[in-house]
């Protein structure tokens, strides 16, 4: 695989830092904790293109492949931006592989769908446990409670995961009322999208494009991360001499730029492998499994060698940190994903290596 990007991919990361830059959150703005919704960053994205990148021209998308998606959340992820791009893509693949009309409404912006997958209390899965949906007069309600919903109370829609019998149905439910990032049991009335295979092979796929996205955005938290501290360890200076001046330190910072390349190897393959169509699993596992790491080792050696500055609501080290743990904690966790991989060792044949 060719990692090279580019002109016009190059083109579009500048373009994402530029839209950003005009409307850029000085951390600790909106103090600790997840930032809401910002509808006008959410208007730039969309007038921007990037609401649309992956979804075909009909439907007011750019035909672009999960390369431009990654390179677009890395621009964001760089600057520290905490949105629901990766949530509203993954809902967006679903509502395009039913060809749902509300798609077009959700490139242009108008419309904010997230997907409720999460069940309260029970480990992240691509298939609902718990919840079930039943058809009624009016629609199809959940008998469950979906969440937590990251930006949920913004939502104008969401796609609900739920089991009817045996069968896994997605269920488009409009106003879904959603409180404290809670999907209540019998929140509105919907109908279905997908069931069956076919909602499971959608669930696959969507999973997939936006564990791109956070592995875009991921990469850019540790870039930026990784220069900050770089540059506080030239210029903060202790008994007279810069930091940079003594060795275990600058060990330490040639320990992030060594994760931060294995990121970016991992990033860059799960984005390319997406964009040729492969959106198997297990691929995206092992991505996800050497992020985790590395950003969870990127974000702790950052707070360590600044000190405590690093732990302030006004610093961006603190908030690119709570940023990658958020990352690596969404659609399932690091262990879960070695979980899924070691469940799969007897799958896979053995070399002799000494023959």
Do not use: C
């Amino acid at each position: 695989m060719d990692f090279t990007l580019t002109n016009e991919q190059k083109s579009l990361a500048a373009a994402v830092r530029e839209m950003v830059g005009r409307r850029q959150v000085e951390p600790g703005e909106n103090g600790a904790g997840p930032r809401p919704h910002d509808a006008e960053l959410w208007a730039a994205m969309a007038e921007t293109g990037l609401l649309g990148l992956p979804f075909a021209e009909e439907a007011g998308g750019f035909g672009a492949t999960a390369i431009e998606v990654f390179v677009a959340a890395q621009a964001l992820g760089a600057a520290g931006v905490q949105t629901a791009y990766a949530d509203a893509l993954l809902a967006g693949s679903l509502l395009a592989d039913a060809g749902d009309d509300l798609l077009e409404a959700v490139v242009g912006g108008e419309a904010f769908v997230l997907p409720a997958f999460a069940e309260p209390m029970r480990a992240f899965a691509p298939v609902p446990g718990g919840v079930h949906a039943s058809e009624g007069s009016d629609g199809w309600t959940l008998d469950g409670i979906k969440g937590p919903i990251p930006f949920g109370e913004a939502a104008t829609h969401v796609i609900a995961s739920a089991l009817d019998g045996e069968e896994t149905v997605l269920v488009l439910i409009e106003a879904p009322g959603i409180e404290d990032g809670l999907l209540a049991a019998g929140a509105g009335a919907g109908r279905v999208l997908l069931r069956g295979a076919a909602a499971d092979e959608a669930v696959t796929r969507a999973i997939a494009l936006a564990s791109v996205v956070l592995a875009g955005q991921g990469l850019g938290a540790m870039e930026s991360a990784l220069s900050m501290t770089t540059e506080y360890l030239k210029t903060r200076k202790q008994f007279g001499v810069p930091l940079a001046s003594f060795q275990t330190l600058t060990q330490r910072a040639a320990d992030m730029y060594v994760s931060l390349e294995l990121a970016r190897s991992a990033a860059m393959y799960l984005a390319m492998a997406v964009a040729e169509g492969d959106t198997d699993p297990a691929i995206v596992a092992r991505s996800r499994v050497v992020l985790g790491r590395t950003g969870r080792h990127i974000g702790q050696e950052a707070i360590q060698l600044h000190g405590g500055i690093a732990m302030t609501a006004e610093y961006a080290v603190g908030h690119l940190t709570a940023m990658l743990t958020a990352i690596e904690h969404t659609y399932g966790d690091t262990r879960q994903h070695l979980g899924a991989l070691a469940g799969q060792v007897s799958d896979y044949g053995t070399v002799a290596v000494l023959t």
